[in-house]
């Protein structure tokens, strides 16, 4: 149940009603303008409640902090380089693994150069073999922080494991959520108990409904930070792409949820040549923000080389990118 | 095996391999550049069929005249009032069935307000239930010609049977085969007996390589006037959009195939909120045209009212589509 | 609308209504017990008439006529020398292609020794590329049915086109309508035509109720001598088998349709030694019948060699399976 | 590349050997027959080593403990009351959470009647949101356990969190990893460092590939006791069923892997009468056991009542059960 509370806001009657809901066992989320009540289907009002209340929405999403029926109006993060949601088009671009001190700054520099606001770059990488390269670990973390210091830029990296949630969060401006830990509901609680900003990754089977409701483990442990990525999911045709961008998730999401969506062409498709008209495509689709590999030789990447974009085409690309969206913004007038 | 020809060609020789190979009981194309020789591995060439020759490529897909490796520069389709493929961006757009003369005739004069050369609106609709409106019929396709006629624009409409094909082809300049019809191989081979271009739609368990391999049908039956369309797969996530629309299989037709490829937004999503949005995602990825479904009262359409957008917003979505188009173009420069 | 008759039945009442519904311009189909009305949410029923009916449902599914709710009982097929539905479990083995008249003739035997009643192979073979062996034609039918003949077994084959629909009738007992035509609609409409049984193959995306939808398209053309085949199903593993066996349609369907449900081993996981234990499970499932490709000489087979058990293979698991069956039909009592 | 060793083996060389590639920096893992080197692709081995070696395979997969090649027969898991893997098949019964101390021990009896040795009961439930019971945590623990030891049973429960897993260690016999975390690689890592066996279920969209690679994990980690679990992976069609049962995987897995393969039909299907034939198809597949969730009264079940069987139809479900797998061991003789 959600309650559209009368403007302005009766609070007496408002703590009334949280110790009432609270006195039958339920979870109360009140923000300026709602009160959401889990899992209630009923309730009688007394008149001077009634008077409190402008509506009452009894048939809500199983995601309640997360819908724009709770908060009608876009989240905005604000990072000390970038805004992410709202008007703005936010890029992220960074090598998939951090490989060395020297390299995440040159391509912190490419990075900064094409427009790119945040810096990412993995340290401890989720692979789908114990065999394969794990990740520099917390000393990648410190020359991923540092390159992104010198370049004016904010910090995305991938948490994977709740214990280092505390460790990361002293590099990192934004926790990245792996698609393959979308539902890792331990994790999802370790982040909801900081204020750190989450970009959490859709999972490859993961449908829309899944990704808010394992957007709602982060904003009910209280960070309401959160933006959803859309990085294509598996679907029978994986041949030439190694995945399929579901690029209808980014309006689909962005009239269910506030939280802002962003694209990750690289992921989505596997191959670089492919990632410029997806580029191109997720922007005109109207994501908020997109993220992006780049490196500088892809050949001997320590991971996921064949989809990296290679400075050049970087550059090419996000002016596009940018140049788009900038056409589009005037169709809003 | 695809073999290079030296230009200019050696006619003679030519000739000669032509025979040896038919004699092998191998099938034989050939172009101004190429001659392909179906199921072939190896051939002992003499020093003068070799002087005559460039390279010769032993790996080839299964589908050969569709390849780029045997047609490397793009296929143009000519119409009387439209160009598909190349550097120009095709408009089609009408309603989903022909549902009487006047209301064609209406949307036929929306459509080209748009932007759109080419009127589409189905008279043999194929339904997933027998109990579903089938269509005008030929009534149709009559009141289809005409409106596009009146307004200076070509017809692409479906055909679902072979029978039908000849009736069909005296009132349309586009075949349309559906998704559902993809690999109804009987059909496919009907159509390449004509020299009417032919749309072929992608199946909803298509692969790129199922899509490519039916193309063949028609190309090795003798018809080269072929486009294909990607309308959106089938994945497990159909909540909120009907399908999958998997714009990565733009950029990756665009590489193993000279045809043109369009998208179709419409049934992709299967909502008309979400069209717009795909519509320039779609254009975004590079396509050749676009083909939308629009109707001026959706609620009452025959069918796949939900999908169709009303005049207003399709004037608005297709002047953004041109827009951006005209933007890309300045890209290439 | 299914109106469920009183017994015994007021014929007069019956008639009248039909009248109505045909003036209201509804399609309606009438059995023993009961009166179907498509696309009729709501009717006025006199005092007369509501004496002869036991109960009207108003929710029924889009297909009806396969429906249990119209149709409780199992439909049962008969053929000369098989009983197809019930309480009886049906084999139906062969070639994958019929390759020549001795072949065909010996592959009998085996299949005949191993229990099958129906003997498959295919003359019309839908190929995904236009360079395979497309089939023997109507000489391959000749060579199926004399070697279905010398060994007092039935016959069922593809049929690909309507056209070929009279030709192929003079040869087999059962059409069978590949997964790439399910919705085929204009064969499905031929084949309604005719009183032989049809064998409609699930789509490789077609969902439960997309292949009872097309079976509905044969059933209200006036053919009720329907089978279903579950043939495995498109998902995003095929690397170790060609598609995904969904035993869970056996039972699924059961539950909605009255049609008997044949399982297809061979084409669901596409490599021999898989077949056995998936011929197992389909039994132990409860299909009412097992189709499945049997050959003598796999590696060169002129078609899906790679999935034909070999007759020793063939005749261990025929046995196997009929002796579960045995086992199973003990628990009923 | 993995080499087979001579026998007896030549331990001096096969120390040597391994001092070699640990100068080489390759992880090696050595067993009574194999020593398999990780990402080695040449190695130029001298005489003497060349004369204590049967041969060298260099195309291995990715996965490689738990690969035939470097394993040839099958794992067997050792637990107080059950032997899981080999000949034997293994019954695992019990509710999808543990609810309160007299109802987990009232589903103990009833799981134990039925021929279950292992008790299955969740205490620690991934939820798909945030609002739903989320288990009774460690108490729960504490009851499944006695439960268990009350009827000579042993425990198998999920962990969820790698902070947990000493914690779950105290209770139960086997851990159980759910399709969620599949790779969460962390809780891998974690439990691999136990010598308690696993249960990893497969992911909804996990390949085979996928599967085995994530239980490489546990296995490079030091904890060989794992078994698989085929749970339903996620389709296009999921209306009649919570999920599509790739029984397939089955008999695939056997010839990849030698640890125990079971199936749970509860998950996989998520409705309660459609159990009974998954289960008989998942034991007809070859199986080494079956896991699943049963309740006395699901319609008040804490979760995923709707998918619980009820005692009686569990009992004539497990009966039919091992009289199915009794008979198909008398095939192999």
Known sequence: MIIQLKQPINTTIVDELKVKFARMRKQVFVNNNYLAVIDLDHFDFTDQESAAIDQVKMKTSTYV???????PEDTRIKLPHSQIGGSDFTMMAGPCSVESEEHIRRMAKVARQGGATLLRGGAFKPRTTPYSFQGLGEEGLRFLRE??????MDVI???????????VAEYTDVFQI???NMQNFSLLKAVSKTRIPVALKRGLAATIDDLLNASEYIASGGNHNIMLIERGIRTFDNKYTRNTFDLGAVPVLQKLTHYPIIVDPSHAVGAWDLVAPMAYA????GASGMIVEIHDDPEHAFSDGPQALKPDNYLAMSAHVFALRQLMDSWEG
């Not at 902090?65 to 908060?71: E, P, V």
């Not at 390159?147 to 004016?152: K, V």
């Not at 994977?160 to 505390?166: F, K, L």
């Open 282 to 285: 997720g922007a005109a689709s």
């Open 178 to 180: 792996g698609a393959r």
């Open 147 to 152: 390159a992104a210091d010198e370049n004016g």
């Open 65 to 71: 902090l997360g819908s724009r029926m709770f908060h």
């Open 157 to 167: 990296t991938e948490v994977m494991d709740e214990t280092h949630v505390p460790m």
